[in-house]
T-cell receptor, first 113, second 116 residues
Framework: ELKVEQNPLFLSMQEGKNYTIYCNYS?????LYWYRQDPGKSLESLFV?????AVKQEGRLMASLDTKARLSTLHITAAVHDLSATYFC?????????????FGRGTQLTVWP | EAQVTQNPRYLITVTGKKLTVTCSQN?????MSWYRQDPGLGLRQIYY???????DKGDVPEGYKVSRKEKRNFPLILESPSPNQTSLYFC???????????????FGPGTRLTVL
């Protein structure tokens, strides 16, 4: 079974600072997704990463995928309060259980002034 | 407006009383999925469906049933709910579940279920 590990689970950072969230997974996959969830809300798709070396950027967030290391990162540049949310990575199983999607436990990000 | 809808949004019930949570999407998506979200555990997949009449188990299927008789609907059935099924449930859909494209999942608003 595919395991997905996110670090850190809680992140408190000051506005203007940079930080990185890590997502490790246990078996081969080349489909990784990042989602954002605001408190009391549903999930919103941020990035879809489809191949080794893929990099996507949107505003202050940049996501990358290294399939050989089984690692994705979500980098936050010059954080602002509006980025406070919980961020999830999810990995697709492309093996015998095609259609399965495995989520990390989430990183709860709080950005303070 | 493209969307995934779930009903009800909130439900309090008692142990053993059968219930159904409906999920509907208007995007002609092939793939639909149910997740439960519990504090500290992230989202866990319950069941998913690759197309009409094609369903399969996710991580935590015990105590749940699903059916996919029409493309747009994917109801979640709890035949005999128990307190450990108290959770926040999300339905999601995407164009396909083969992960060969940039398809992303669209999530419904969630159903908060409490089983007493």
């Amino acid at each position: 079974e595919l395991k997905v590990e996110q670090n850190p689970l809680f992140l408190s950072m000051q506005e203007g600072k940079n930080y990185t969230i890590y997502c490790n997974y246990s078996t081969t996959s080349d489909r990784l997704y990042w989602y954002r969830q605001d408190p009391g809300k549903s999930l919103e798709s941020l990035f879809v990463l489809l191949s080794n070396g893929a990099v996507k950027q949107e505003g202050r967030l940049m996501a990358s995928l290294d399939t050989k290391a089984r690692l994705s990162t979500l980098h936050i540049t010059a954080a602002v309060h509006d980025l406070s949310a919980t961020y999830f990575c999810a990995v697709a199983d492309r093996g015998s259980t095609l259609g399965r999607l495995y989520f990390g436990r989430g990183t709860q990000l709080t950005v303070w002034p | 407006e493209a969307q995934v809808t779930q009903n009800p949004r909130y439900l309090i019930t008692v142990t053993g009383k059968k219930l159904t949570v409906t999920c509907s999407q208007n995007m002609n998506h092939e793939y639909m999925s149910w997740y439960r979200q519990d504090p500290g555990l992230g989202l866990r997949q319950i069941y998913y469906s690759m197309n009409v009449e094609v369903t399969d188990k996710g991580d935590v299927p015990e105590g749940y049933k699903v059916s996919r008789k029409e493309k747009r609907n994917f109801p979640l059935i709890l035949e005999s709910p128990s307190p450990n099924q108290t959770s926040l449930y999300f339905c999601a859909s995407s164009l396909s579940g083969t992960w060969r494209s940039t398809d992303t999942q669209y999530f419904g608003p969630g159903t908060r279920l409490t089983v007493l």
